[in-house]
Nanobody
Framework: QVQLVESGGGLVQPGGSLRLSCAAS????????MAWYCQAPGKQRELVAS???????NYADSVKGRFTISRDSAKNMVFLQMNNLKPEDAAVYYC???????????????WGQGTQVTVSS
């Protein structure tokens, strides 16, 4: 059983920072992409940032220059450093990963349980 567990959400004032963490555990042979998505009330889940094995990253236009995604492949972890947070960044943030549990299995698209980020004064 492979699972993703996020941590690091919370309440922060506008202009503040948070660092989200996501750890993959269980039977893991290989991880391809890892990403962060967010979902605000009444809205669809949307991509915030993603990274693949070579370390390259993609960001939503709304977070470019403020958020940074990073990855610790040795620990099967992905992070999201969020700076200069705005009220519109408030959402539940979900970790996503493409994980291959064993050498003879295909990749599975997995989600974490989500962590709440609230930006308010």
């Amino acid at each position: 059983q492979v699972q993703l567990v996020e941590s690091g959400g919370g309440l922060v004032q506008p202009g503040g920072s948070l660092r989200l963490s996501c750890a993959a555990s269980g039977s893991i042979y290989r991880i391809n992409s890892m990403a962060w998505y967010c979902q605000a009330p009444g809205k669809q889940r949307e991509l915030v940032a993603s990274t693949i094995t070579d370390g390259s990253a993609n960001y939503a236009d709304s977070v470019k220059g403020r958020f940074t995604i990073s990855r610790d492949s040795a620990k099967n972890m992905v992070f999201l450093q969020m700076n200069n947070l705005k009220p519109e960044d408030a959402a539940v943030y979900y970790c996503n990963a493409q994980i291959r549990p064993t050498f003879d299995s295909g990749y599975r698209n997995l989600w974490g349980q989500g962590t709440q980020v609230t930006v308010s004064s």
